[in-house]
């Protein structure tokens, strides 16, 4: 099971972006799915995480400008990034906590960063 992400790019302050993230193998069902960032010099913090049944969490940061919303169906996660400010600056990672069996823990799986820079 692997999750790959698509959407990042260089876009100017006050734009948009919306990245992408499909877990991909033999999944039995998801839990979490959600958006962390790592800047560099800085520690990865928590952007937005969404629930399986839809209850989501923002950073302070980014509330009111993003929004993380999933398909079940296609095992994704999406996060509609708008009014883009330099600081939004960083490598964007997905995580999700998937169960490959329906027994047991779900295993917290990451997918490889996705480069988002916003200029001034």
């Known amino acids: 099971v692997q999750l790959q992400a698509s959407g990042g790019g260089l876009v100017q302050s006050g734009g948009s972006l919306r990245l992408s993230c499909e877990a991909f193998g033999s999944i039995f069902s998801i839990d979490d799915m959600g958006w962390y960032r790592q800047a560099p010099g800085n520690q990865r913090e928590l952007v937005a995480v969404i629930t399986s049944g839809g209850r989501t969490t923002y950073a302070d940061s980014v509330k009111g400008r993003f929004t993380v919303s999933r398909d079940h169906a296609k095992n994704t996660v999406y996060l509609q990034m708008n009014s883009l400010k330099p600081e939004d600056t960083a490598v964007y990672y997905c995580?999700?906590?998937?169960?490959?069996?329906?027994?047991?823990?779900?295993?917290?799986?990451w997918g490889l960063g996705t480069q988002v820079t916003v200029s001034s």
């Open positions: 995580n999700a906590d998937i169960n490959l069996t329906g027994w047991g823990e779900p295993s917290s799986l």
